[in-house]
């Protein structure tokens, strides 16, 4: 179901006195300044899950995801982690195909759709990162390009599978570069990449899945982008290891 989300991807960062001082200012943040209508999703390294999960507690609005997970069931993969494992900690999301994993791990469209599956047998909720380079942006074919991640990794989902993924659009040239999309650029995108959804499962179903922007979202930049119509929240990187500036960009709604 299309939700408010603001969800905070910690990378590589934070060790664990410093993962529960952060997740415990944004759990209180969160509590005492009521908000309600935005979901949390906070994303630490994994040995961060069960703490933070522990300090989040009941409380309403607030979950905890993996930046990753296998695209095996179990056995003899050492150092992964799978998607059971992470949903049997109460991890409740798992961003899925990040342009650092596609990057530096050479994770390509086709094992991110195993991916998906894998996180959706689970139980997880899959943050399914999509977005260009530079280079792609300035030849004017990131609205192809970005489509064809969609339709390559996603487009074997059934109609009801499609609806519990949530997309990330992070043009790759915003992300950790203070260099944001435009609140324009952004909207152009999620739009076309809602069309896009909806000529291949349906207007109803397209508009049930939310779409976040990521790419150097900030508190001075948040409202703007999150007032357009197909902007359903944020993947948010480096301020999100601010609980101030994370808990501001969440109040940006
Ligand atoms: C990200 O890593 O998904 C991201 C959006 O990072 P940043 O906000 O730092 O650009």
Redesign the pocket.
């Given at each position: 179901m299309r939700k408010k989300i603001i969800a905070g991807?910690w990378?590589m960062n934070l060790t664990l006195d410093e993962g529960q001082k952060l997740t415990s200012e944004i759990v209180n943040m969160y509590k005492d300044e009521k908000i309600s209508d935005v979901v949390v999703v906070l994303n630490p390294p994994f040995p961060h899950i069960f703490p933070v999960k522990k300090l989040i507690g009941d409380t309403p609005g607030i979950s905890v995801g993996a930046q990753n997970c296998s695209d095996k069931d179990s056995g003899a993969y050492t150092g992964e982690v799978s998607a059971k494992i992470i949903a049997s900690f109460e991890a409740e999301y798992v961003i899925i195909g990040?342009s650092e994993r596609r990057e530096y791990f050479k994770e390509d469209n086709e094992l991110l759709s195993v991916k998906v599956k894998k996180a959706l047998e689970s139980g997880l909720t899959p943050i399914f990162c999509c977005g260009e380079s530079l280079e792609i942006r300035e030849a004017g074919t990131h609205e192809p390009n970005v489509k064809f991640q969609l339709t390559d990794s996603l487009f074997d989902l059934s109609a009801e599978d499609i609806q519990k993924v949530v997309i990330a659009y992070?043009p790759i040239w915003?992300?950790?570069t203070g260099k944001t999309a435009t609140a324009d650029q952004a909207q152009e995108m999620h739009f076309a990449l809602r069309r896009h959804l909806g000529a291949k499962y349906g207007k109803d179903v397209a508009a049930e899945i939310s779409i976040l922007y990521?790419?150097?979202?900030k508190p001075d930049n948040a409202v703007e982008l999150l007032s357009k119509p197909d902007v359903d929240g944020g993947?948010?990187?480096?301020?999100s290891l601010k609980s101030r500036d994370f808990i501001d960009i969440v109040k940006s709604y």
């Open positions: 991807n990378k990040h992070e915003a992300i950790g990521g790419g150097s979202m993947l948010i990187g480096g301020a």
